[in-house]
């Protein structure tokens, strides 16, 4: 007999999705408090004038502004704290986090450790911050990491060289405000890999162990609009980048429940070790891991081959190989410069990351994710 329908629901923040929201900042922040810290990576805000604005609107509403200007792509524990200990010296009531899932991570981080003390070290999964924290609002100027809506903060362990997270309910912003007009600064390299970025969370949240009906319900549409949007968004038309934003937004709710797996889990030591953009580094290990969700979940794979509008042959690898090739992305380990004789390496960091590996909707083994970097390479 059938259990049924089954999943608890809980999303605090508020969320204002419209061209042009950046210049309503002072009055959505009304009632945080008096004083703020604007979290920045060191070079977007400033080059388009947007510290400027951001710094105008908050003074609008009598918000006294400090900056943290310091994030660099794939943060690390140690820049979470030193934007802490920034928001420490100044004593601000809230954050603002203005930039991509770096910016919004960190100001997440800090949040836990102005709030409750310590380091971002001490935080770490598997501990669950459910605990209250100061106000955080956060802007995205990617469409990628759907960070503004999600209870995940992902940093750079420098002593492991590992991705690590911080995560809980107690992350998830108060405000998050979506402006698409933000949007046409992004270059198109970086369109195509936080765009990837949001897929991938789509398909891994849809291929999830612990997906349910609801969250069904974002991902598959996310993948949906990301097939259609993704390439004109690369190409720099502001509709399809607007249609994408939105996309991450939905991506990012169902990984709230479900978690990211395979392409999340394998895709970090691309990161860690070459650097690599996350969106493109979760890539190339999902055209592999897609045969085995097709191979595993055939029914569930059907369905999402229906819903996006999959044709012809070659399956979900051949239809996502197809839109990576048309956004300039990646697709095999060896274009990335990397020697078979390194693949080894690859597994045995790749197993490492059990917390994503985990929510699979089948057992990954080692032999497994060997595999899956063979199928790619």
């Given at each position: ?5 089954r999943?608890?629901h809980k999303h605090?923040?508020t969320v204002v999705f419209e ?8 009055e959505l922040?009304?009632g ?12 977007f805000?400033?080059?388009?004038g947007?510290?400027?604005l951001?710094k105008s609107?908050?003074?609008s509403?009598?918000?006294?502004v400090?900056f ?9 524990i140690e820049t979470?704290?030193?934007?802490a200990?920034?928001a420490r010296?100044?004593g601000?009531?809230f ?9 919004i ?6 949040n836990v ?9 001490d935080?770490?999964?598997?501990r669950n911050v459910e605990?209250?924290?100061?106000p ?6 990617t469409h990628?990491?759907g ?9 750079v362990?420098r ?6 997270a911080?995560s809980?309910s ?5 405000l998050a405000?979506l ?7 992004l ?6 890999s936080?765009g990837l970025?949001?897929?991938s969370h789509?398909i891994?949240?849809?291929?999830s162990?612990r997906?349910?009906p609801?969250?069904?319900?974002f ?10 949007k993704?390439?004109c968004?690369?190409?720099?038309f502001l509709?399809?980048?607007?249609w994408?934003l ?6 990012g709710?169902?990984i709230?429940?479900?978690?990211t797996?395979i392409g ?5 030591p ?9 969106g493109f ?8 891991a897609?045969?085995?969700?097709e191979?595993y979940a ?14 012809g ?8 190989k197809?839109l990576?090739?048309e956004v300039?992305?990646p697709t095999?380990l060896?274009?990335l ?8 390496d690859?597994?045995?960091?790749g197993?490492?990351y059990k917390?994503?590996?985990s929510n699979?909707?089948?057992?990954v083994t080692?032999?497994?994710?060997r ?6 390479f």
């Amino acid at each position: 007999m059938s259990a049924g329908l089954r999943f608890t629901h809980k999303h605090p923040t508020t969320v204002v999705f419209e061209r042009g929201s950046l210049n309503r900042l002072g009055e959505l922040v009304k009632g945080l408090g008096g004083k703020a810290l604007v979290v920045t990576g060191r070079q977007f805000a400033k080059k388009y004038g947007y510290d400027s604005l951001i710094k105008s609107q908050l003074e609008s509403a009598g918000v006294e502004v400090y900056f943290f200007s310091e994030v660099e792509p794939n943060p690390t524990i140690e820049t979470a704290d030193r934007c802490a200990e920034a928001a420490r010296k100044a004593g601000v009531d809230f954050f603002v986090a203005f930039g991509g899932g770096s910016v919004i991570d960190v100001a997440k981080a800090a949040n836990v450790v102005y709030s409750l003390g310590g380091s971002a070290k001490d935080y770490l999964w598997p501990r669950n911050v459910e605990e209250k924290l100061r106000p955080l609002v956060a802007v995205p100027t990617t469409h990628g990491t759907g960070s503004e809506v999600t209870k995940y903060s992902v940093l750079v362990d420098r002593e492991t060289g590992m991705k690590v997270a911080v995560s809980g309910s107690g992350l998830l912003p108060t405000l998050a405000v979506l402006d698409p007009l933000v949007l046409k600064h992004l270059p198109s390299d970086q369109s195509a890999s936080t765009g990837l970025d949001a897929l991938s969370h789509a398909i891994e949240a849809f291929f999830s162990s612990r997906a349910t009906p609801f969250t069904d319900m974002f991902a598959l549409e996310a993948s949906r609009i990301a097939f259609r949007k993704l390439p004109c968004a690369v190409e720099g038309f502001l509709d399809c980048r607007e249609w994408m934003l939105y996309a991450s937004m939905l991506a990012g709710y169902a990984i709230n429940y479900t978690g990211t797996n395979i392409g999340h889990g394998l895709g970090y030591p691309l990161t860690t070790r070459l650097n690599l953009p996350h969106g493109f580094a979760n890539t190339v290990p999902l055209l592999g891991a897609l045969e085995y969700y097709e191979k595993y979940a055939p029914e569930r794979a059907r369905l999402f081959a229906e819903h996006v509008g999959a044709t012809g042959v070659g399956g979900l690898r051949g239809l996502f190989k197809e839109l990576c090739r048309e956004v300039g992305a990646p697709t095999s380990l060896s274009g990335l410069g990397v020697r078979r004789e390194e693949l080894d390496d690859y597994v045995r960091e790749g197993l490492k990351y059990k917390r994503n590996l985990s929510n699979a909707p089948f057992e990954v083994t080692e032999e497994i994710v060997r595999d899956i970097y063979e199928r790619v390479f």
